[in-house]
Nanobody, 112 residues
Protein backbone atom coordinates (compact mmCIF):
# COMPACT_ATOMS: atom_id res chain seq x y z
CA UNK A 1 0.00 0.00 0.00
CA UNK A 2 1.30 3.41 -0.96
CA UNK A 3 -0.17 6.78 -0.02
CA UNK A 4 1.08 9.92 -1.80
CA UNK A 5 -0.03 13.49 -1.21
CA UNK A 6 0.52 16.47 -3.48
CA UNK A 7 -0.68 20.02 -3.97
CA UNK A 8 0.79 21.90 -1.04
CA UNK A 9 2.51 25.25 -1.35
CA UNK A 10 2.63 28.88 -0.29
CA UNK A 11 -0.51 30.99 -0.55
CA UNK A 12 -1.68 34.33 0.79
CA UNK A 13 -4.42 34.55 3.38
CA UNK A 14 -7.80 34.31 1.71
CA UNK A 15 -6.46 32.13 -1.07
CA UNK A 16 -7.17 28.53 -2.02
CA UNK A 17 -5.29 25.28 -2.52
CA UNK A 18 -6.36 21.78 -3.48
CA UNK A 19 -4.52 18.80 -2.04
CA UNK A 20 -4.60 15.39 -3.68
CA UNK A 21 -3.95 11.97 -2.19
CA UNK A 22 -3.53 8.87 -4.34
CA UNK A 23 -3.55 5.40 -2.80
CA UNK A 24 -2.32 2.27 -4.53
CA UNK A 25 -2.40 -1.33 -3.42
CA UNK A 26 -5.88 -1.41 -1.90
CA UNK A 27 -9.47 -1.51 -3.08
CA UNK A 28 -9.78 2.25 -2.70
CA UNK A 29 -13.54 2.45 -3.16
CA UNK A 30 -14.19 0.41 -0.01
CA UNK A 31 -11.93 2.44 2.27
CA UNK A 32 -12.66 5.48 4.39
CA UNK A 33 -10.12 8.27 3.99
CA UNK A 34 -8.99 11.24 6.08
CA UNK A 35 -6.85 14.34 6.04
CA UNK A 36 -4.87 15.39 9.11
CA UNK A 37 -2.56 18.30 9.76
CA UNK A 38 0.29 19.04 12.11
CA UNK A 39 1.49 22.53 12.80
CA UNK A 40 4.86 23.41 14.41
CA UNK A 41 5.06 22.09 17.96
CA UNK A 42 1.51 20.73 18.07
CA UNK A 43 -0.08 17.32 17.75
CA UNK A 44 -1.44 15.93 14.51
CA UNK A 45 -5.17 16.59 14.30
CA UNK A 46 -7.92 15.34 12.03
CA UNK A 47 -9.13 17.89 9.50
CA UNK A 48 -11.68 15.97 7.45
CA UNK A 49 -12.89 12.44 6.79
CA UNK A 50 -14.86 10.81 4.02
CA UNK A 51 -16.45 7.38 4.13
CA UNK A 52 -16.52 4.88 1.28
CA UNK A 53 -20.10 5.98 0.75
CA UNK A 54 -19.13 9.63 0.42
CA UNK A 55 -20.26 10.95 3.81
CA UNK A 56 -17.93 13.67 5.07
CA UNK A 57 -17.09 15.20 8.42
CA UNK A 58 -14.92 18.16 9.39
CA UNK A 59 -13.07 19.71 12.28
CA UNK A 60 -14.90 22.78 13.54
CA UNK A 61 -11.96 24.99 12.59
CA UNK A 62 -12.36 24.23 8.87
CA UNK A 63 -16.12 23.79 8.47
CA UNK A 64 -17.47 25.92 5.65
CA UNK A 65 -13.98 26.50 4.20
CA UNK A 66 -12.61 23.03 3.39
CA UNK A 67 -14.23 20.30 1.31
CA UNK A 68 -13.13 16.67 1.15
CA UNK A 69 -14.07 14.57 -1.86
CA UNK A 70 -13.03 11.39 -3.61
CA UNK A 71 -12.75 9.97 -7.11
CA UNK A 72 -12.78 6.19 -6.84
CA UNK A 73 -11.91 5.76 -10.51
CA UNK A 74 -8.61 7.54 -9.82
CA UNK A 75 -7.96 6.08 -6.33
CA UNK A 76 -7.72 9.66 -5.16
CA UNK A 77 -9.14 11.82 -2.41
CA UNK A 78 -9.00 15.61 -2.46
CA UNK A 79 -9.04 18.43 0.06
CA UNK A 80 -10.22 21.74 -1.38
CA UNK A 81 -9.16 24.53 0.96
CA UNK A 82 -10.70 27.97 0.55
CA UNK A 83 -10.46 31.18 2.57
CA UNK A 84 -7.15 30.03 3.98
CA UNK A 85 -5.83 31.59 7.16
CA UNK A 86 -2.30 31.78 8.58
CA UNK A 87 -3.37 29.35 11.30
CA UNK A 88 -4.00 26.74 8.59
CA UNK A 89 -0.22 26.55 8.08
CA UNK A 90 0.82 22.95 8.70
CA UNK A 91 2.02 19.75 7.12
CA UNK A 92 -1.05 18.01 5.76
CA UNK A 93 -1.20 14.22 5.83
CA UNK A 94 -3.51 11.80 4.09
CA UNK A 95 -4.49 8.59 5.84
CA UNK A 96 -6.24 5.48 4.64
CA UNK A 97 -8.37 4.40 7.59
CA UNK A 98 -8.74 0.63 7.17
CA UNK A 99 -5.05 -0.18 7.58
CA UNK A 100 -4.00 3.17 9.00
CA UNK A 101 -1.38 3.98 6.38
CA UNK A 102 -0.05 7.54 6.22
CA UNK A 103 1.37 9.54 3.37
CA UNK A 104 4.60 11.50 3.66
CA UNK A 105 2.83 14.83 4.09
CA UNK A 106 2.69 18.03 2.07
CA UNK A 107 3.51 21.49 3.43
CA UNK A 108 0.88 24.23 3.32
CA UNK A 109 2.01 27.72 4.27
CA UNK A 110 -0.42 30.63 4.46
CA UNK A 111 1.10 34.10 4.66
CA UNK A 112 -0.68 37.04 6.25
Amino acid sequence: EHVVESGGGLVQAGGSLRLSCTVNGIIFSTNDMAWYRQGPGVQRDMVATITSGGRSDYADSVKGRFTISRDNAKNTTYLQMNSLKPEDTAVYYCRELQFGSWGQGTQVTVSS
